[in-house]
C-alpha cells in the first residue's frame, strides 16, 4: 500500500468453525450485494512471496523487481514455498488510465510495460501480483483506484496475467464508499475475468483501523473479517505493521493481536492477513523469529516486506526453516488461539491436520523466562508426548508439561504429539542465565537486566526436567566476559527427578573499567540421561553494561541513553519526532528535550548519583496541523520500577511540570503512553530534561 504521510494526515482530517457472519446481509444504509458463489480453493494453505512496499517504497521499477525474482531463486526461497512477487502500490503513469480507460504503467519504472515483466517472473518458476484499490482515483489523495471500471480492470490484469491482486482502500475511504459492497463487486468482476484466469484476490482496508480515527464499524478493517471469507483469498485485519524501511517488534505484537480476534474466520482458501515479515528492519533477529513464530501458527500469508537481496544467512534460514514453514502450511488452514490469559508470557495453540498442536511459549516481556503450559491444557491426552522444537530440531520426551526457556521477545515453538514406543530423550529445560539482584537490590520483574563496572550481581539459571525419567549430575557453568568473574553458590543436586527444578546462583563482579554496551552470559547445562550419556545444553543472555552516570547539573536529554523507542520512528534529541521542528508546546519554544510518538520508554542509567530531575511535558504543537483525533499522551517518571511522576491524560492544551526527587534512583525510565486511544498523532515531548547529579560513583 502506498501510503505516504500526507495522504494519511489528509485522511485523518476529513475450536474453530467457519464464521456464521461470512453470509450476513449488507451494512446499514447500503445496496444489498450477491457473493460470489463458492469456488474450487485457489490458496487452500496460505499463499508465500514477496511484497515491494516495505524494501523499495513507492517506485519499485522492472529492474528491481527481476533482481529480486532472480533472488527468490538462487537463495532457494522460491523452492521454500515464495512464490509470488508482487508488485505494489506507485506502479502506474501520473495519469494512471489511457483515453481509453485502461491502466497505464509509469514508462520510467516499466519501460516495458509490465505484460514482459509478468512473463518474466512465470519463466522463473514464481507468480506475479498486482496492487490497485477498491475505491475511485482521486488526484492528491489516492494514486490508483478501479471503482468504476472494476470489470476492465480485472480482465486487463488476467490478460497480463497477474495470478494475484491487492485492493486498497485509501481511494474507497476518500470517496466514502462502503467497503463490502465495493470489494464484493471487484471480487465478482475478478471471477468473471474474461480470459476466466483464476486470480487471488487480497482484501486491503488498513487504513479505517482505529488508529487513524473514528470509523463506524462497518468500514473498519477490523470489519472485514464478517464478509471476506465468502469472497477473498486473505483479509487485512487491522493497520500496516509498519512504515516504508521501518517494522518494529512492538507493531508486530499489535497486528497480531488485532489478527487473533476472529481465528473462526480462517479456514482452508482464506485466512486472516496481519500483514508482512519484517527482517532487518528494525527488529532484531530474536524479535524477527518470533514474527515469523507468531504468522506461522496464525495461518497468516508469509510475504516478505524486507529487500531480500540484503537479508542475513540468519534471516534466510529463519524464513527458510522447514518445520515452520510446515505448520504454516498446514492442511487444515486452522488460526491459533491463545490457551489462558493474556498477559506478558503466553501460550498460543494450533491444531494440526494430523492431530498434533503446535504450542507457542511467548515471552512479550524484557527479560528472560522460563514459560509452561500442560499437554491436557492444549487438547491432548496421554502420558507421553513427544516435543519436536521447530526452530531447533531437538526432539524429546515429556510426562505431560510443555516448557522452554524463552529469551526477552522470543517464542518457543513446538510440535507436540502423543508418543510411543522405547521412552525418549527426557525434555529438560535449561534456563537462561538471569540476573536477580545488582548490588544487592532486587531487580524488577519483566525489566532488561542492566549492570554497570564495578557492580556485584546475582545470577540465576534453572534447570527443570519435564521427562518421565530422571536425570543425574546436573551441573551448570557460567561464562563471563573478559576481566568478569562469576563464582558459583551452593551445591548441585545429585539428580533431577521427573517434574523437578533446581537453581544455580553464581555470583558475578564487573572490573570498575567494564566498557559500557552489550556483554553476554552463557550458561553451559549438563546432565547424564541413562542410555544417552552425559548431554549438554547452551543457552545466552544479552545484558547490557550502562555508560557512566551523569555528572554535575545536565541536560539529560544531551546524555547517552541505554535505550530509546518511540512509536513511530525514534526519540529525536532537541527536536519534535517526525517533523524534526523545534519542541513547541502551548507556542512556546523549548531549546532542548526529547520528542517521542506514543508509546515510548526513554532509559537511562543514573547509579544512585542523581538528586532531582525537572522538565516540562506535553504534545508538541506539531499535531495542530492534523485532524483533532489522536494527541493525547499520559507520561511517567519510573525509577527501578517504581512510579516518581504520573501526568494523568494530557491534550495538545495541557501541560505539566515535573520536579521529582531522584535520591537513591539507578535506572530511570521516562514513559510515554497513548492514553488509551491508539492514535498516532501522540506526538510527545520532555522539554527542558535537566538533572541534578553529585558526580561520578567511584569504581
Request: with cysteine; aromatic share 8%; net charge negative.
Amino acid at each position: 500500500m502506498k501510503r505516504h504521510l500526507t495522504v494519511l494526515l489528509a485522511l485523518l482530517t476529513g475450536l474453530l468453525v467457519a464464521p456464521a457472519s461470512a453470509h450476513a446481509g449488507p451494512a446499514v444504509g447500503t445496496a444489498a450485494v450477491t457473493a460470489p458463489a463458492p469456488q474450487e480453493a485457489l490458496s487452500p494453505t496460505p499463499y508465500m512471496g514477496w511484497n515491494t512496499y516495505y524494501a523499495l517504497g513507492g517506485d519499485p521499477t522492472e529492474a528491481e523487481v527481476k533482481s529480486v525474482a532472480d533472488y527468490l531463486v538462487s537463495s532457494g526461497l522460491r523452492d521454500a514455498g515464495y512464490q509470488y512477487v508482487w508488485i505494489d502500490g506507485n506502479w502506474a503513469a501520473p495519469t494512471p488510465r489511457s483515453s481509453a480507460g485502461d491502466l497505464v504503467p509509469n514508462p520510467d519504472q516499466f519501460p516495458n510495460g509490465l505484460k514482459p515483466l509478468v512473463d518474466y517472473i512465470h519463466s522463473k518458476g514464481l507468480k506475479a501480483g498486482i496492487y490497485t484499490d477498491a475505491g475511485p482515483y482521486i488526484p492528491g489523495k489516492c494514486g490508483l483506484g478501479s471503482h468504476g471500471y472494476y470489470q476492465r480492470d480485472a480482465d486487463q490484469f488476467a490478460a497480463w496475467k497477474f495470478d494475484a491482486v491487492k485492493a486498497d482502500y485509501l481511494c474507497g475511504i476518500a470517496a466514502n464508499l462502503d467497503p463490502k459492497t465495493v470489494y464484493t463487486e471487484f471480487a465478482q468482476a475478478l471471477r468473471n475475468n474474461a480470459s476466466k484466469r483464476p486470480m487471488i484476490f487480497n482484501l486491503c482496508n488498513p487504513v479505517t483501523s482505529p488508529d487513524w480515527g473514528n470509523y463506524p464499524e462497518e468500514q473498519q478493517s477490523t470489519h472485514s473479517w464478517t464478509y471476506a471469507p465468502a469472497i477473498a483469498q486473505s483479509w487485512r485485519t487491522y493497520t500496516d505493521v509498519g512504515f516504508v524501511g521501518e517494522i518494529k517488534y512492538k507493531d508486530v505484537l499489535r497486528n497480531y493481536d488485532a489478527n487473533a480476534r476472529h481465528p473462526e474466520a480462517a479456514g482452508p482458501g482464506h485466512f486472516n492477513d496481519p500483514d508482512y515479515l519484517g527482517p532487518e528492519l528494525g527488529m532484531t533477529d530474536e524479535e524477527f523469529r518470533t514474527q515469523m513464530t507468531l504468522w506461522s501458527v496464525a495461518a497468516a500469508p508469509l510475504m516478505i516486506g524486507s529487500d531480500v537481496r540484503k537479508l542475513s544467512k540468519t534471516s534466510l534460514d529463519i524464513l527458510e526453516d522447514r518445520d515452520v514453514v510446515a505448520i504454516n502450511q498446514d492442511s487444515a488452514g486452522v488460526q491459533a488461539v491463545r490457551v489462558g490469559p493474556a498477559g506478558t508470557t503466553e501460550t498460543w495453540v494450533k491444531r494440526l491436520a494430523n492431530g498434533e498442536r503446535a504450542v507457542v511459549l511467548l515471552n512479550r516481556g524484557d527479560s528472560p523466562a522460563t514459560l509452561t503450559t500442560k499437554a491436557s491444557s492444549v487438547g491432548l491426552s496421554g502420558h507421553r508426548f513427544t516435543l519436536k522444537n521447530a526452530w531447533t530440531d531437538k526432539v524429546t520426551e515429556s510426562a505431560g508439561t510443555i516448557s522452554a526457556a524463552v529469551p526477552a521477545h522470543g517464542a518457543a515453538l513446538f510440535r507436540v504429539g502423543r508418543a510411543t514406543g522405547k521412552p525418549g530423550v527426557p525434555h529438560v529445560v535449561a534456563g537462561l542465565p538471569q540476573v536477580t539482584q545488582v548490588g544487592g537490590d532486587a531487580v524488577p520483574a519483566g525489566t532488561a537486566p542492566l549492570v554497570a563496572g564495578g557492580d556485584q550481581a546475582r545470577v540465576e539459571v534453572t534447570v527443570r526436567n519435564d521427562g518421565a525419567q530422571p536425570v543425574f549430575a546436573p551441573r551448570v557453568e557460567l561464562t563471563v566476559p573478559d576481566g568478569w568473574t562469576a563464582r558459583p553458590l551452593g551445591r548441585a543436586p545429585k539428580l533431577l527427578s521427573s517434574n523437578h527444578s533446581a537453581t544455580f546462583a553464581f555470583t558475578v563482579t564487573l572490573p570498575g573499567t567494564a566498557a559500557p554496551g552489550d556483554a553476554a552470559l552463557t550458561a553451559t547445562t549438563s546432565y547424564e540421561v541413562i542410555g544417552k550419556g552425559r548431554l549438554r545444553q547452551e543457552t545466552t543472555t544479552a545484558v547490557v553494561v550502562a555508560p557512566a552516570a551523569p555528572d554535575g547539573d545536565v541536560v539529560l536529554s544531551h546524555h547517552q541513553w541505554i535505550s530509546g523507542t518511540s512509536g513511530w520512528m525514534s526519540p529525536t534529541v532537541d527536536l519534535s519526532v517526525g517533523g524534526w521542528s523545534p519542541i513547541s508546546m502551548l507556542g512556546q519554544v523549548y531549546p532542548t528535550g526529547i520528542g517521542v510518538a506514543s508509546p515510548s520508554t526513554v532509559r537511562y542509567y543514573l547509579g544512585d548519583q542523581c538528586s532531582r530531575l525537572t522538565a516540562t511535558v506535553g504534545i508538541d504543537d506539531a499535531v495542530r496541523n492534523v485532524g483533532p483525533e489522536g494527541g493525547t499522551s499520559a507520561f511517567q517518571v519510573i525509577g527501578d520500577g517504581r512510579v516518581l511522576f504520573d501526568s494523568g491524560v494530557l491534550t495538545r492544551d495541557d501541560i505539566r511540570q515535573v520536579d521529582i526527587d531522584l535520591t537513591g534512583v539507578r535506572v530511570l525510565d521516562l514513559v510515554v503512553g497513548d492514553a488509551g486511544d491508539g492514535g498516532y498523532n501522540d506526538r510527545a515531548n520532555w522539554a527542558g530534561l535537566n538533572a541534578t547529579c553529585c558526580g561520578r560513583r567511584p569504581a
